[in-house]
């Protein structure tokens, strides 16, 4: 039985639980979560996500609580599933080009991030986006179609800085006209710009769960 860790200092960690939870039950997959709030809870998991809230509070309090150095180690492993969403993506990035001082990454992603590129939280929004040409469905999923998607204070990719492993997952078109990047993907870490866990559609954690941790 593989355990898939929710990184829960801070953020919509709950929302992720239930969500792998829910894949969980409908598929029985062999895998239990685990909210993680110590290192030894870290130290049980096979697979973490970092979910999405405030990527200032959530390096602080990594640091104060001694979680930064164990969470560093367990996502450079390359046998861990990983996925940052957010706040999560702002955390595990190598770069933050914007506001960058009160956030200390753990600098596994070979991306440079800039934060609230969409700018404040009343400038947040659900994009329909069609996941389909990377995200392999799941047959018993009865749910098709785009994928009503929230940014909140979202960050965006704003550099790839090792085009050799990091592969560009999904761009959306700015207003401005041109692709801002929401998506990579690293070998075993997921990088999202973006909040999976608030929308009522288990789409994207099955994937994660079949294409990352199982
Ligand atoms: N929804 C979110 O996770 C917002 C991220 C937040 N803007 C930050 O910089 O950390």
């Known amino acids: 039985m593989k355990v898939v860790g929710v990184l829960a200092l801070q953020g919509a960690f709950k929302e992720h639980a239930e969500l792998v939870e829910a894949c969980v039950r409908e598929n029985q997959y062999p895998l239990t979560v685990c909210e993680v709030k110590t290192a030894e809870q870290l130290a049980s998991c096979d697979a973490l996500i970092i979910p999405g809230g405030e990527s200032t509070a ?54 440079a991030v800039q934060r609230n590129a969409f700018g404040r939280q009343s400038h947040s929004f659900v994009a329909q986006c069609d996941f ?58 997921l990088g999202t710009s973006f909040h999976p866990e608030l929308a009522d559609d288990n789409r994207f954690h099955d994937w994660f769960l079949r294409e990352f941790v199982l």
Request: charged content about 15%; aromatic content about 8%; proline content about 10%.
């Open 58 to 111: 959530m390096s602080l309090i990594a640091q104060r609580c001694g979680l930064f150095e164990p969470l560093q180690q367990f996502v450079k492993d390359p046998t861990k599933a990983i996925w940052g969403t957010c706040a999560g993506l702002i955390f595990l990035a190598r770069e933050i080009t914007s506001d960058a001082k009160l956030v200390t990454p753990l600098g596994v992603l070979d991306v």
């Open 132 to 189: 389909s040409p990377f995200m392999t469905p799941n047959p018993s999923i009865s749910a098709t179609g785009p994928f009503p998607t929230v940014f909140i204070r979202a960050p965006v990719i704003d550099r790839v800085l090792n085009p050799e492993s990091v592969q560009i997952l999904y761009e959306i078109d700015s207003p401005a006209g041109h692709n801002l990047v929401v998506a990579v993907r690293q070998n075993n870490i």
